[in-house]
């Protein structure tokens, strides 16, 4: 009986991220996510263009990089904010 009202107090004190300290604002996701995203591209771009000695291939691949791993960084970071293993 007290087991079932401390975890039912501590799931209703952590419905979202705006009442949990320790969450981040998907706003600071996105940042993070564009930021990360500069770094991947770079590295990407170089392996490409040593791989391939062509700067517009090179560019073409770390251009799709950007973008569809930009969306899973984000999503991957909502989804781990959500759990609350480790925090």
Do not use: C
């Amino acid at each position: 009986m007290i087991a079932d009202q401390l975890i039912l107090d501590k799931k209703s004190t952590k419905s979202n991220y705006k009442e949990d300290k320790k969450s981040e604002k998907p706003i600071r996701s996105i940042a993070k996510a564009i930021s990360w995203r500069v770094i991947g591209t770079l590295d990407t771009l170089l392996v490409s263009y040593l791989f391939t000695g062509k700067v517009v291939l090179a560019a073409s691949i770390a251009s799709i990089d950007f973008v569809t791993k930009m969306f899973l960084y984000f999503f991957h970071e909502r989804i781990w904010n959500r759990i609350g293993w480790g925090k």
